[in-house]
């Protein structure tokens, strides 16, 4: 089984595309779309409460279902959220986590020369 959620600004259609190719490369794989905090409510519900929530639709989901792992595919802010589900959540079943485009470790930026770069306002 795999739980996605989805990102700042986001629902559970931006998953669409990726749930067709989970449901065409491996069939009968059971995809839960967490439709939480939608579109304007992931803006301003607190990250700490979605969290929760997202705990909440895991356990019981998984507890419905009888899940013994699962996999956790999370979009942006949503994946910051999903690694804090990780860290609360102490009775997680994740076998994977993957984050698409969660900025984990800083996100990524301008490297080599930027001597192009116009000079700092002081």
């Known amino acids: 089984p ?7 600004g986001g629902a559970a259609p931006d998953f669409e595309v990726l749930v067709a190719a989970i449901e065409e490369v491996h069939p009968g794989t059971e995809v839960h ?3 939480l905090y939608p579109w304007e409510e992931s803006r301003k ?5 979605q969290a929760q929530g997202v705990i909440e639709a895991i356990r019981n989901i998984s507890d419905a279902h009888g899940y013994t792992e699962y996999h956790l595919v999370c979009h942006s802010q949503g994946a910051l959220i999903c690694r804090s589900v990780l860290q609360m959540m102490g009775d ?4 994977t986590f993957i984050s698409l485009t969660g900025p984990q470790m ?3 930026g301008l490297a080599g020369d930027l001597t192009w770069l116009p000079e700092p306002i002081t």
């Open 45 to 49: 519900v607190p990250l700490f409460e």
């Open 92 to 95: 997680h079943k994740v076998d």
């Open 2 to 8: 795999v739980f996605m959620y989805h990102g700042w």
């Open 33 to 35: 779309v967490l439709d």
């Open 106 to 108: 800083g996100q990524f």
